[in-house]
């Protein structure tokens, strides 16, 4: 296994563990489920969500069936990620993946162990809030997808000219 896909994997297993680990502290010792919502500062409370769809409330899980199949349908999601992080030699875009890769395995298994995934920090401004109820995986896929399309749009390298094809 070369060094980029170790790293990789690492980046993965770490954001992966980071998440299960503070929704433990969220759902065990800080109780949320049960308090609600604790405020931590003017800005941000930690606010107990359970989340039985993927992004912004899309393909919601309203049976067992919708569960199981969400959870199939993220982890083909997931695996195409780890192909492509397997087969990708750029580091940036191998840290982009492992980011990706370690919140979808994270979401993944709250799916399978839930039904749901355990979402819990909430960032507003007043009533404004720019982002819905999120967790340390999505933040990671989040800002895994963001380095991915800068990367596809700001950092390609720059193209040989063509060949004139007008022979």
Same mark, same amino acid.
């Given at each position: 296994?070369?060094?980029?896909?170790?790293?990789?994997?690492?980046?993965?297993?770490?954001?992966?563990?980071?998440?299960?680990?503070?929704?433990?502290?969220?759902?065990?010792?800080?109780?949320?489920?049960?308090?609600?919502?604790?405020?931590?500062?003017? %800005?941000?409370?930690?606010?107990?969500?359970?989340?039985?769809?993927?992004?912004?409330?899309?393909?919601?899980?309203?049976?067992?069936?919708?569960?199981?199949?969400?959870?199939?349908?993220?982890?083909?999601?997931?695996?195409?990620?780890?192909?492509?992080?397997?087969?990708?030699?750029?580091?940036?875009?191998? %840290?982009?993946?492992?980011?990706?890769?370690?919140?979808?395995?994270?979401? %993944?298994?709250?799916?399978?162990?839930?039904?749901?995934?355990?979402?819990?920090?909430?960032?507003?401004?007043?009533?404004?809030?720019?982002?819905?109820?999120?967790?340390?995986?999505?933040?990671?896929?989040?800002?895994?997808?963001?380095?991915?399309?800068?990367?596809?749009?700001?950092?390609?390298?720059?193209?040989?000219?063509?060949?004139?094809?007008?022979?």
């Amino acid at each position: 296994m070369t060094n980029t896909r170790r790293f990789g994997l690492l980046i993965a297993l770490g954001v992966f563990l980071a998440d299960q680990l503070v929704k433990y502290i969220v759902t065990g010792p800080l109780q949320l489920q049960e308090v609600g919502q604790i405020v931590l500062l003017p %800005i941000f409370n930690l606010t107990w969500v359970q989340n039985f769809g993927v992004s912004m409330g899309f393909l919601t899980a309203g049976s067992d069936a919708a569960r199981w199949a969400l959870v199939g349908l993220t982890a083909a999601i997931g695996t195409g990620v780890l192909v492509w992080l397997w087969r990708e030699k750029n580091r940036h875009d191998v %840290i982009a993946l492992g980011l990706v890769l370690g919140g979808a395995a994270g979401n %993944i298994l709250d799916r399978v162990r839930f039904g749901y995934v355990v979402d819990f920090l909430d960032l507003h401004f007043g009533d404004f809030r720019p982002f819905l109820v999120f967790n340390v995986a999505d933040a990671a896929i989040t800002i895994g997808v963001l380095i991915l399309l800068a990367r596809a749009l700001f950092a390609r390298p720059k193209s040989e000219p063509a060949e004139n094809v007008n022979a």
